[in-house]
């Protein structure tokens, strides 16, 4: 491939991180003038913000009226923690597992609540398990989709609308993105940091009226530490999913994530985020059609990623090379554009396979994203010239 001159323009943003995600277009600290700073999160004004940020996630996420939103610690992986340990156990389970943190979900139920009857539905990068293979007569975890892989599920009706126990997902890069079917969903977790741009350490958690009966009707037979208690006594710790959070949060961090949320009441709600990143997808995928050193991880078009987008690199030359020099290959592509600050954080994860990944869900403008495509193949003529 014969080297191209570096591009002239880059990217007004080159932040294409998968998490912590670039902020919303036009956010400045001034947004965040009016946070509870210096205040107890129990105080009334402390309180009330929390709760502002529950009922406007309730709202732009047009949750069934019966569900309920909480704030929780330690992220979304605190989060899906919190769901595990206290509801699983009481049937058997089935766990899917296609990407890094499915994998790491399926490893804590088998490895660490020892959960006897935990089947593991698994699948390699690039595709998904065998969804028509899910017992829904037993509970089931699941990642909707994949940050890792790139790989999403196109939707739920392999989920049993009649289901006998509770579905458990790790919806973190998918909500706000993608269509979800709330019906379908027990619980449902995610993060600040990733379609909305806020900030990290914050996890939400959403049940539905059967995931409140499964933590009011049973007692997991393991010790629960306290950041993961969400019933006393046999009855739900209502407080949390009315602003009394378990342990202190980051009042900052709460009003980031209330402006981000105002910021997509003012775009169009969340059709207008569906739209954004579906948009932000069609730019990649209209360049890899037309380019041909790299493809997506994902196998079915149908699967793939609308804001966590995993690229293999094809070119055969590079392709043939051992797995560690294709790794060393990637990394020059991504140490290149963070030098040229065209592009920063797009490296593969360190568990998922050797390639790309670019973040283009609702806070990614399409114009940046258009501007980096040049700088990709930029980067990849000039480290392919070093291998001659």
């Not at 001159?5 to 919303?24: E, H, I, L, V, Y």
């Not at 009855?235 to 949320?261: C, H, Q, R």
């Not at 059609?289 to 030359?317: E, M, Q, Y």
């Not at 963070?338 to 973040?359: C, F, H, K, Q, T």
């Amino acid at each position: 491939m014969t080297a191209i001159t570096k591009p002239a323009a880059r990217p007004s943003n080159p932040r294409f991180s998968s998490g912590p995600c670039t902020k919303r277009p036009g956010w400045s600290l001034e947004g965040l003038k009016n946070a509870s700073l210096g205040r107890s999160h129990r105080s009334a004004e402390g309180k009330g913000r929390l709760k502002s940020a529950i009922d406007k996630t309730h709202k732009l996420l047009a949750l069934p009226d019966d569900y309920i939103v909480g704030i929780v610690p330690a992220s979304d992986t605190g989060a899906v923690e919190m769901a595990l340990w206290s509801m699983l156990g009481q049937r058997g389970v089935d766990m899917l597992a296609w990407e890094s943190f499915g994998s790491g979900w399926c490893a804590d139920v088998k490895n660490h609540l020892k959960i006897e009857n935990a089947r593991v539905i698994g699948a390699d990068y690039g595709e998904l398990p065998d969804l028509n293979s899910v017992d829904c007569s037993r509970d089931v975890v699941f990642t909707w989709n994949g940050t890792t892989a790139g790989v999403r599920v196109p939707d739920a009706k392999w989920i049993d609308d009649h289901r006998e126990g509770i579905v458990i997902c790790d919806a973190t890069s998918a909500v706000f993105a993608q269509k979800m079917d709330w019906d379908k969903l027990d619980v449902v977790t995610f993060s600040w940091q990733k379609v909305m741009g806020g900030e990290g350490a914050h996890g939400m958690i959403i049940l539905s009226p059967r995931a409140v009966d499964r933590l009011e009707s049973y007692t997991p037979p393991w010790p629960l530490p306290k950041i993961f208690r969400l019933a006393k006594n046999d009855k739900l710790i209502a407080g949390i999913f009315k602003g009394a959070t378990i342990n202190t949060p980051s009042m900052l961090a709460v009003e980031d994530y209330i402006d981000a949320l105002d910021w997509a009441e003012s775009i169009g709600g969340l059709k207008a985020l569906h739209k954004r990143a579906d948009g932000n997808l069609k730019v990649m995928a209209d360049w890899v059609g037309k380019t041909d050193w790299i493809d997506f991880l994902a196998v079915d078009p149908k699967t793939r990623s609308n804001t966590s987008v995993c690229f293999k690199i094809t070119d055969p030359d590079v392709a043939a090379l051992p797995e560690d020099q294709q790794a060393k290959f990637a990394k020059k592509i991504v140490s290149l554009l963070d030098e040229e600050d065209a592009a920063y954080d797009i490296g593969s994860y360190r568990d998922a396979p050797v390639g790309l990944r670019i973040w283009t869900g609702a806070t990614v403008e399409a114009s940046d994203l258009e501007a980096l495509l040049p700088w990709l193949d930029w980067a990849f003529a000039t480290v392919k010239a070093e291998m001659s």
